[in-house]
């Protein structure tokens, strides 16, 4: 197990059966960032990552 893999599973248990959009992602994304710059460039990858996620399958 990743060190990251206990932040994400504490997350699936607290928030696990909420729904939320993607603006408020965002919104809470750049709140990290603001208090957080040093995480900006990871953050930004994930943020792509996530945008792109689908472009895979289009290609197919």
């Given at each position: 197990m990743y060190f990251t893999?206990?932040?994400i599973e504490e997350l699936v248990e607290r928030r696990g059966e909420e729904e939320v959009s993607m603006l408020w992602l965002?919104?809470?994304l750049r709140e990290f960032?603001?208090?957080h710059p040093?995480?900006?460039v990871p953050v930004e990858r994930l943020a792509t990552w996530l945008a792109r996620l689908d472009d895979d399958d289009?290609?197919?």
């Open positions: 893999d206990r932040g965002g919104e809470r960032v603001d208090l040093e995480f900006e289009e290609d197919d």
